[in-house]
C-alpha cells in the first residue's frame, strides 16, 4: 500500500482535531499565531484550507467567529478594567500638554522680544547723520509729529471706541492692521525704534484687553451657543486657545450646575422622571462641549484630553447627585427595581455619546455597581425574612394559584382549568413571586455583571427557605451555635410531604426556568461554537464544557435531598423506636419464635407498618407530584433504604443474632426470610425497588443464614422454597391493601411444610432463577 495514501485521508480529519483541541486552549494561546509579526492572512487560509471539504471551512470559519468573539469581548474587558489607569494617564498627560503648551507660548514671547530687538539694532545702523537727525529731532519736543505717528495716535481712537462697545471682531481687525502697519513703518524706517517699541507695546496691552474682554463675556450665564462659540474662535485666534478651551469647558459647567440646581429645586420626587430629566440635562452639556470643542480644536489632541477628563468630572458629580436622592435610599430600603430603573435610564442617554467618541459608560458602572449591589443584598434579606414570617402561619396544604387561600381538597373539587397548574403552599408561592420579581429586576443589568451574585444570593435564600422546611418537620434538631427557628409544624404525612412537593417543585422548575433570564447564553453559545458539527461530536463537546446553569441546578438539588433525608429519617425513626425510645426493630422479634409453636406465616409488624406508610405516601405523591413522578418514586425508595440500611447497620440487633444467648433458629431465619421477600416484593410492584436496596437485602440473607450455619443447622434444610416465600408476601401485600382476608387463604397455604411436602428435607427445587436460598447455598 502506498504510504502516501493514509496521510493525505488523515489531514482533513487531524484539522478538526486540532480545532477541537484549540476550542479548549486559553485564550491567549489561541491568539499566539495571530500576534506573530511574521503572520500572513493569505498563507494562514492556505495552510488550513488546503485539502479541506466544504464542511471543515464552515467549522473553521465558525471557529474564527467565536474566537473574534471571544477576543472582542477580551479586548471589551480589558479595557474596563484599566479604564481608571487611562484616565489617570490621560490627565497626567494633559497635565504635560499644556505644560509644552505654556512653554511655547513664552518660546513665542521670547521670539517677538528678539525680533523686536533686531528691529532696533536695524534701526540703530541707520547713517549716523539720519542717526543725528533723529536724536535732535527725539531730543526736540516741539518736533511736528510724522504721518505714523498721527495715523497711530488715531487708530489708538479708534481702537477704544471699539473696545467700548465691545465690537470684538472690529477690534481684532484693527489689531492686525496695526501690526501690519508698525511693521510696514519699519521696513521704510520712518519711524524710530522707540517709537516702534512704545507702539508694539500699546498694541499687545490692547490686545491683552480684548482678550480679558472676551473671557469676560464667555463666564456670563446669559451668553448664547453661538456666541460662545465666536468668543472661543475669537481667543484661539488671538493667540490664547488653551485659555479658550478651558474657559468653553467652564461656561458649559456653570449652565449645567445652574440647570441642575433649578431642577433640585423645584423638585419633590424623585422618581423615573426626575433621573430622566437630570440625565438629559448632564449628557446634552457634555455633548454640546464636545461638539463646541471638536468643532474648534479638532486638529488639537491635547484639548480632546482636557475634554474627556471634563466629561468624567461631570460624569462623577452626576453620580453623586443620583447617589444622594435616589439610589442611597433605594440601596437600603432593598428596592432594587428602582436602582435599575436608575442604571437603565442612565445608560441609556449615556450610549448616545459613544457616537461622539465620549464612551463614559465605565465611569458610571463603577460608581453605581456598589450601590446596585447593596440593593440586591437587601432585597434578598428582605426575601429570607418575608419568608421566614409566612412560614409561621403557612398551613402547608397546596394550592393552586386560581384557588386562592381555599384548603386543597380531592383532585375532583379542582377545576378543570388549573389541573395541570403547579400546587405550592401560601409560603412557597410568595417566595416563589419575591425571586421572580427579583431576577425580572437583575436581568436589564447585564452590563453590570451582576447575573453571577443574583443567581449565588437566590441559591442561599432557597436554601434558608428549605432549612425552615426542615424545620417544619416534627422532631427536627437545632444545633446550639444555631438560632432558633418558629415555623408551623408539619404534623400530617400530607402535611411534610407538601413540604417536599414546595422543594422540589421550586428547584426542579420554577426557579430553574426564571434563572434561564439570566443565563441566556449558555446553551446557544455552546451550540454555536461548531455549529456543522456531527450530533455525537457535539454532545461530547458539550458534556466537556462546564454549564454554570447546571451546576446552579445540582445545588439546588442538594437543598432538597437535605430535606428529602430529613423527611426519611423521621419516619424512620417512627417506625424503629417507640416514644420511651426502646427499639421495636430487635433481635427477640425472631430470636424467641424458635420457642413456641409454629407461628402464623406473616410479615413483622413493623414491616406492615412500613408498607402501610409507603401506600399511603404513594398515594398522596399521585395528586402532589403531578408530572414530577420520579421524584416520589425516588422518595419512597430513600425512606426504603433508610429503614433497612438501619438494620443492617444495628451492631446490637446483629450482635445478638450471632453471639446471644438465643440464637437465631430455624422458624426465626424463615420469619426474617419472610420479612425480607415481603419488602422486595412489595419495593418491587411500587416500583422503587433500588439495586442498592436489592443488594443490601442480599447481604443481611445471607448474614442470618450464616449465624443459623454457625449453630450447626443446615439453614437450606429448613427454608421452604421462594415460591412459598413469594406466595406469602403476594397474600399479605394483598390482606393490607383489603384485597384479600384470611377466610380467602387456605391455612395450608401459608405453612412452609406444606410447600415441602412431598419432598426431602434438605433437597428442594430451585429451578427459579430468583431463588435466594440457592443463591446463598451456592455461595
Known amino acids: ?187 521704510k524706517r520712518t519711524i524710530t525704534r522707540a517709537a516702534f517699541l512704545s507702539f508694539q507695546t500699546t498694541i499687545n496691552g490692547q490686545r491683552q484687553r480684548l482678550v480679558d474682554q472676551i473671557a469676560e463675556t464667555m463666564l456670563q450665564p446669559s451668553i448664547g451657543a453661538d456666541e460662545l462659540r465666536s468668543a472661543v474662535v475669537a481667543l484661539k485666534k488671538l493667540g490664547d486657545g488653551s485659555r479658550a478651551h478651558t474657559l468653553l469647558l467652564r461656561s458649559h459647567c456653570q449652565k449645567l450646575q445652574s440647570n441642575m440646581k433649578n431642577l433640585n429645586s423645584s423638585t419633590t420626587s424623585y422618581g423615573g422622571a426626575y433621573i430622566t430629566t ?99 443584598s437587601c432585597n434578598l434579606r428582605r426575601i429570607e425574612q418575608s419568608s421566614c414570617a409566612l412560614a409561621v402561619a403557612d398551613d402547608w396544604f397546596l394550592l393552586h394559584p386560581t384557588i386562592g387561600t381555599r384548603p386543597l381538597g380531592s383532585a375532583s373539587s379542582l377545576p378543570s382549568l388549573s389541573a395541570n397548574q403547579p400546587k405550592l403552599s401560601s409560603s412557597a408561592y410568595r417566595f416563589n413571586a419575591m425571586v421572580q420579581e427579583l431576577l425580572e429586576d437583575v436581568a436589564p443589568l447585564e452590563t453590570l455583571q451582576l447575573d453571577g451574585p443574583a443567581l449565588e444570593g437566590v441559591l ?78 457535539s454532545s461530547d463537546k458539550q458534556s466537556r464544557v462546564p454549564d454554570p446553569g447546571r451546576e446552579w441546578k445540582r445545588r439546588l438539588q442538594r437543598s432538597v435531598e437535605q430535606l428529602r433525608d430529613s423527611f426519611c429519617r423521621l419516619h424512620a425513626l417512627d417506625l424503629i423506636f417507640t416514644e420511651d425510645g426502646d427499639t421495636r426493630l430487635n433481635a427477640q422479634m425472631y430470636t424467641c419464635m424458635d420457642e413456641s409453636v409454629e407461628p402464623e406465616w406473616f410479615p413483622s409488624p413493623i414491616l406492615q407498618e412500613l408498607f402501610a406508610k409507603l401506600t399511603r405516601m404513594a398515594n398522596i405523591a399521585t395528586d402532589m407530584f403531578v408530572g414530577r413522578e420520579r421524584f416520589a418514586t425516588i422518595l419512597l425508595m430513600r425512606l426504603t433504604e433508610t429503614v433497612i440500611l438501619w438494620l443492617s447497620e444495628d451492631q446490637n440487633f446483629w450482635a445478638e443474632i450471632e453471639e446471644g444467648p438465643r440464637p437465631l433458629g430455624p422458624l426465626g431465619l424463615q420469619q426474617f426470610y419472610l420479612d425480607m421477600q415481603f419488602v422486595l416484593l412489595f419495593a418491587s410492584q411500587g416500583r422503587y425497588l433500588s439495586r442498592h436496596l436489592h443488594q443490601v437485602i442480599k447481604n443481611i440473607i445471607a448474614r442470618a443464614i450464616e449465624a443459623v450455619h454457625a449453630t450447626g443447622i443446615d439453614p437450606y434444610s429448613v427454608l421452604p422454597e421462594d415460591d412459598w416465600f413469594a406466595e406469602v408476601a403476594q397474600i399479605a401485600i394483598k390482606m393490607l391493601i383489603g384485597k384479600a382476608s384470611f377466610s380467602n387463604v387456605e391455612e395450608d397455604g401459608l405453612s412452609p411444610t406444606y410447600s415441602m411436602s412431598g419432598k426431602s428435607p434438605s433437597i428442594h427445587s430451585h429451578g427459579s432463577e430468583t431463588n435466594l436460598a440457592h443463591h446463598y447455598r451456592e455461595q
Open 460 to 537: 442561599q435564600v432557597f436554601n434558608s427557605y428549605v432549612n425552615l422546611l426542615i424545620h417544619a418537620l416534627p422532631g427536627a434538631v437545632e444545633s446550639e451555635e444555631e438560632v432558633p427557628i418558629i415555623v408551623s409544624m408539619a404534623e400530617t404525612e400530607a402535611q411534610q410531604m407538601a413540604l417536599l412537593a414546595n422543594a422540589s417543585l421550586l428547584a426542579d422548575e420554577l426557579l430553574p426556568r426564571a434563572a434561564m433570564k439570566l443565563l441566556p447564553f449558555q446553551q446557544g453559545q455552546t451550540n454555536r461554537s461548531m455549529p456543522e458539527m456531527t450530533p455525537r461530536r
Open 278 to 376: 437630570l440625565s438629559q440635562i448632564l449628557f446634552r452639556f457634555i455633548a454640546q462641549a464636545a461638539s463646541d470643542s471638536l468643532a474648534v480644536f479638532s486638529e488639537d489632541h491635547a484639548y480632546t484630553s482636557e475634554l474627556v477628563t471634563w466629561a468624567v468630572k461631570q460624569t462623577e458629580a452626576y453620580a453623586l447627585l443620583l447617589k444622594r436622592h435616589v439610589l442611597a435610599s433605594a440601596a437600603a430600603a432593598g428596592s432594587l427595581s428602582v436602582a435599575a430603573e436608575c442604571v437603565h435610564i442612565c445608560l441609556g442617554h449615556c450610549s448616545l455619546l459613544e457616537a461622539r467618541g465620549l464612551c463614559l459608560s465605565p465611569v458610571l458602572l463603577r460608581l453605581f455597581r456598589p450601590f446596585v449591589e447593596q440593593a440586591l
Open 1 to 187: 500500500m502506498d504510504s502516501k495514501t493514509p496521510i493525505h485521508i488523515s489531514h482533513s480529519s487531524s484539522l478538526g482535531n486540532s480545532l477541537e483541541f484549540e476550542q479548549h486552549l486559553p485564550l491567549k494561546d489561541r491568539l499566539k499565531s495571530f500576534k506573530s509579526t511574521h503572520f500572513e492572512p493569505d498563507e494562514f487560509v492556505t495552510a488550513k484550507c488546503h485539502a479541506m471539504t466544504e464542511k471543515e471551512v464552515k467549522n473553521l470559519c465558525s471557529y474564527l467567529l467565536e474566537l473574534k468573539r471571544a477576543s472582542a469581548e477580551e479586548m471589551r474587558k480589558s479595557v474596563y478594567a484599566n479604564y481608571s489607569a487611562f484616565i489617570r494617564t490621560s490627565k497626567e498627560i494633559t497635565d504635560l500638554e499644556g505644560q509644552l503648551l505654556s512653554m511655547r507660548n513664552l518660546l513665542s514671547t521670547q521670539a517677538a522680544l528678539v525680533h523686536g530687538l533686531s528691529e532696533g539694532v536695524l534701526v540703530d545702523s541707520m547713517s549716523a547723520s539720519q542717526d543725528d537727525y533723529d536724536d535732535e529731532d527725539t531730543s526736540d519736543e516741539n518736533r511736528p509729529l510724522s504721518e505714523t505717528e498721527k495715523w497711530f495716535a488715531e487708530f489708538l481712537d479708534t481702537l477704544e471706541v471699539l473696545l467700548a462697545e465691545r465690537r470684538v471682531n472690529e477690534a481684532m481687525a484693527a489689531l492686525d492692521e496695526g501690526e501690519r502697519t508698525v511693521y510696514k513703518a519699519v521696513d
